[in-house]
């Protein structure tokens, strides 16, 4: 769970610019999501908080008011009837259907069985183990990820002047398998690629961890580059849809989502080559460098610039 | 077969309602309907035996069912019958609009009628007992429950905590009586308790049920053991306890300052002819109670005949007993208002300053003696006791009665009894009479042979959502969340249906009413009034079986009238009405609901008048909260002697 504070303070520390959008998480992606909440079917049964590892979840007295008006009762009801009656009382009592206004209310003390759950986007993992416990279908995984509400307001820090003889300065994750040969050939075959880039050698493009990405970013690289064997290629697995390089393209743009959102979009992305493919690898390194050079330097404060 | 068998209470009822039109109108819906004029009698018995058979559903329109239920309890072969109190709720409060009041009448059968179908027999409850009491604290309460018990012939075991010391106990009790009398008493109790097995030591656990208790006692010689009783006394004693002004008073500093407990041993060493000047005074911020007040004019007449000055400093002095304030100024007592200021110890004594607040006079006293009135306070260890046993506790700190009217004796725990002090700092005669009381309330409990028989929730595993709404809901530990079980302990049940209003998904429901016959005799009241009285408003009276209930049968007997259109439904509790019985009431298109309690406090079920105050304000919440009036909903208690009460909800209609 830690891990997940971590990475969150690592976006927090490489955004310069306040999200204002949520994000929408590729189908490959997983940890990642918005937990929705009915509460007129909820019994406040407290089962999905006791589910939740991350502590992510936690009951509030009140009473959702205006999910309980708008919602449709289902053809064969609610499993919940004590609910379903009183869903469809105030429904009848409510005769204008004008919701707009409709406020929660709040429980009073000492009187059991309402409440309301609530979600904290922070905390939650996306671990759908809420969802499996819970006896009355409230709870749905949407795909996508409340990024404004979880990473907060931004301070854009001071822009930075261009030096004059700046090369982009790029990190480059490529595969143990075919990216790191193809890398190599591209080296033994003379090709010409931009020397301000450094490359890291990982067992497989899907052992990237977002972390890294983010401190590569937060140590002052203008981009990030990742490259993984061509796809359906991936020595560990295969053309299976888990398989590394299929599951890092999916975070890769979910990331890339994300940059954008946070004021650094275009500085990272992943393709794939072959261990033949030492000319398709010159290129897109040339591709990802002519892009980062056009954007400029990096409005990070490199942490290490920062200690200075 | 469904049987409607009406009483016209002599013939007199024939005055307001209109038995024919009734019996024409109500005809389909009955099988067999049958008019007599006094069920109550003999006759009426002897034809209800002949009528009625096993298997037959019967409504009964007579009086109240206060009054014909008792006798027909036994007589009717059928248990599944429904009472429509014709002659109360409807003919004696309806009496000028015959019209009116035959409609509402029909209104009223047809409710039963549809009641019955939804009727179960009452379920029998398992009541096997240990004929065996347990008893904390050996003090007087506890002497005379444990001789009292032991006369009846039951097993009693004492347990005395360790803080229980015999001796200085006369001491510490002497609030209650003057000494001689305690010394008598005490003496007696000791020698009619004999045989009663003592035991020194605490309380660890408590499980079990009503009944069938089993107390894990943690004895004094570091033993532990484990008892299996029926029932628990407590009678535990109150202690006195220095008040707020001991500090200013010097107390414990000088041996001049002393506590009113401990006036009479200072007395008794006196030598004759010695004769000293005692200061008495009050604690302005304890709230004085007569037994206090008693307790003090007693000591302070026997310090003036032995010859002593003593002056009481006092603001308010209660007393059921003006003889003793007679006696006290008899001897010479000299009593002044005023309240202590300040306390110096000169050589000469203690020089006191006494503040008259009303006359803003200040004066001076120099006295041999200050003595202070002791606050009397529950004994020390009856908050872990009763976090032990689970019971609850009043303001004070004293364990609290279950209904301070009707269930003196009882605690919040069903099979848990209090006696003398362990409730209230009381004198002698009413601490012996409590303890009669509670003895007899055991007793009664524990020979109850026969059946106890009752309507229990029943609660639907599939349903459960095991969100323990009904077991945080439920006033008598009736309900308890065992692994992955709702389990039901009929015997600590009071049959309330509290529980079943908590429950948000309908998994428990409670015998003979379910939700659905809450809705469906709701519905089928409003259907009926529109059909006879097209758009008269009405309104609907949810009232609870004790108190509101019999507050409207009064209303009746006191001819204290109201508008015909006023339906009211009988729930076993107040508690048991949740939002959905209101909110359906409204979309029906009553005018106003009225959800009637016991007054605070005296609910028989513990906590159903709160609850239902607290369901009203929520419903009336989420009626503002959709734009609708929440005025339409309302809470409010009714209580016999207040027979009014009906009239004022149900008067003001719109
Ligand atoms: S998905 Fe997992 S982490 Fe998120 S709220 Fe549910 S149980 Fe908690
Ligand atoms: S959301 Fe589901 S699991 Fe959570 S409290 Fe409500 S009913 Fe129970
Ligand atoms: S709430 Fe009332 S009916 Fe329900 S279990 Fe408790 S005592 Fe019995
Ligand atoms: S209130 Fe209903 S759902 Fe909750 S534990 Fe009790 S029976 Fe089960």
Known sequence: MDKRIQLLDAIRAIAVKTPMNDVEVPESVVGFGTIEYKAQTCSACKKCILACEPAAL??????????????????????????????????????????????????????????????????????????????????????????????????????????????????CFV???????AADLAGLMHLHYPASIRTIRLPCSGALEPIHIMTAMANGADGVLVTGCLLSECHYGGDSPKAGNFMQEGFVKFWSDIFEEIGIGGRLNIDFASAAMGIKFAEIVETFTEQIRKLGPTPIQAKTEVQE | MKKLILCTCNKTLTKWLDFARIEKEVGSTFESIHIHDALCLEEGLTFLDAEVSKDDTVVIGACTSQIIGVPLAERLKSELVSYVPLREHVAWVHKDDQKGATNKALVLLNDAAIHVDFLEP??????EMEKKVLIVGGGIAGLKVASDLLQLGIEVTLLEPPEFNSKDYLEKNQFMADSSTLKGVVKDLKTTSKGVKKVCGTISKLSGRAGLYSVSLKRDNGKEEEILVGAIIIATNS???????????????????????????????????????????????????SVAGSYLLREVTYA????????????????????????????????IRGSLEKVSKKKKGLVCRLENTLESQVREFTVDYLVLQTQLKPWSGTRPLADTLGLNLDREGFIKTRYAKMKPVQTSKRGIFIAGNAKTPMNLNDALASASNASLEVFKNLIA?????????????????????????CPNDALRHEGDLIKHIPMNCEFCGICVSACPTRAIEFQSHSKDSWLTRIESIATKHKKLEGQKPFSLVYACSECANASIDQAGFAGKGYPTGSYVIQFPCAGMVSPIEILKGLVVGAEKIIVAHCPPGGCHHQTGDHLSELVVKFTQDML???????????????????????????????
């Open chain 1, 58 to 171: 936690d009951m509030e007295d009140t009473l959702n008011m205006h999910d309980y008006l708008r919602v449709t009762v289902p053809q064969e009801g609610f499993r919940s009837k004590n609910r379903e009656v009183l869903v469809t009382l105030l429904q009848n009592l409510k005769q204008d259907h004008d919701y707009g206004d409709v406020q929660a209310i709040s429980v009073p003390e000492g009187l059991p069985g309402y409440g309301s759950i609530v979600w904290s986007a922070e905390q939650c993992i996306a671990c759908d183990k809420c969802i499996e416990a819970c006896p009355e279908d409230c709870l749905t995984l949407q795909k996508t990820y409340k990024l404004p509400e979880i990473i907060g307001p931004i301070e854009a820090p001071p822009p930075r002047t261009e030096g004059k003889d700046w090369e982009p300065f790029i990190v």
């Open chain 2, 449 to 473: 042979d026969g059946e106890r028989k009752g309507w229990i929730p029943v609660v639907d595993e599939e349903l459960c959502d095991l969100c323990d709404a009904c077991v945080e809901a």
């Open chain 2, 239 to 289: 202690e006195h306890s220095p008040p707020s002004i001991a500090k200013m008073c010097h107390y414990g500093k000088t041996n001049q300052t002393l506590l009113l407990s401990e006036l009479s041993t200072l007395i008794a060493k006196q030598t004759a002819k010695e004769s000293k000047t005692i200061f008495v005074t009050q604690d302005p911020s304890y709230h004085d109670s």
């Open chain 2, 304 to 335: 003036a005949e032995k010859g002593n000055t003593v002056i009481v400093a006092h603001s308010d002095i209660h007393t059921k007993d003006e003889n003793l304030y007679r006696a006290a100024r008899k001897s010479g007592v000299i009593f």
């Open chain 2, 122 to 127: 009452q379920t029998a409850v398992d009541i």
């Open chain 1, 175 to 181: 595969c143990w398998e075919c990216s790191h040969a």
């Open chain 2, 624 to 654: 503002k909260s959709i734009g609708q009036d929440p005025s339409r909903v309302k809470a409010t208690y009714m209580i016999a002697a207040l027979p009014n009460k009906m009239q004022e909800e149900v008067a003001h209609r719109g």
